[in-house]
């Protein structure tokens, strides 16, 4: 069974102060990794997408990357409108489930 | 381009009723899907459709349906309501196939009491 697990769940930031989201995933035949960010009472919002490992992807302030086991989304200096709750999103080869989601980790940047 | 709409936004229904939502996916895009979204499950995949075909399946009762009309939209049923099924659906488009990003709508909360 495919599985994507985030850690860690919440972490509260001071403004400026840079860190790391981790995406563990165990999902067969991987065919995309997908990060989203999801704003309280609203969809979620496409960030980026990794298809192999050794892929980056940068956007603004955040930056994500991806191995055979972990995907990381970098915040960089980041600012209180970053705050949010980041999901992380496998496919898998066979496709017939969609995309396989963590509970997502939960950021605050505070001022 | 306008994004993902999903109507109505919030919906409040008894047990024992069905509910139908809908989805109007982005202009040009072909493939429809569904989630479920909840605090203890997070987010979770029911059904997409393509081309008027439901093309792959998540792993929720037969309660719940769905169907695409031949201008992509896409409607989702849900019968005999559980206090369960309390959730925000989601629906998701993409141009052809779940590779391609998804793109999410606001969703539909939808009490069940």
């Known amino acids: 069974e495919d599985q994507v697990t985030q850690s860690p769940e919440a972490l509260r930031l001071q403004e400026g102060e840079s860190s790391s989201l981790n995406c563990s995933y165990t999902v067969s035949g991987l065919r995309g990794l997908f990060w989203y960010r999801q704003d309280p009472g609203k969809g979620p919002e496409f960030l980026f997408t990794l298809y192999s490992a050794g892929e980056e992807k940068e956007k603004e302030r955040l930056k994500a990357t991806l191995t055979k086991k972990e995907s990381f989304l970098h915040i960089t200096a980041p600012k209180p409108e970053d705050s949010a709750t980041y999901l992380c999103a496998g496919l898998s080869g066979g496709g017939a489930d969609g995309l396989t989601f963590g509970k997502g980790t939960h950021l605050i940047i505070q001022p | 381009k306008a994004g993902v709409t999903q109507t109505p936004r919030y919906l409040i229904k008894t047990r024992g009723q069905q509910v139908t939502l809908s989805c109007s996916p982005i202009s040009g895009h072909r493939s429809v899907s569904w989630y479920q979204q909840t605090p203890g499950q997070g987010l979770q995949f029911l059904f997409e459709y393509f081309s008027e075909t439901q093309r792959n399946k998540g792993n929720f009762p037969g309660r719940f349906s769905g169907r695409q009309f031949s201008n992509s939209r896409s409607e989702m049923n849900v019968s005999t309501l559980e206090l369960g099924d309390s959730a925000l659906y989601l629906c998701?488009?993409?141009?052809?196939?779940?590779?391609?990003?998804?793109?999410f709508g606001p969703g539909t909360r939808l009490l069940v009491l």
């Open positions: 998701a488009s993409s141009p052809d196939t779940p590779e391609e990003t998804q793109y």
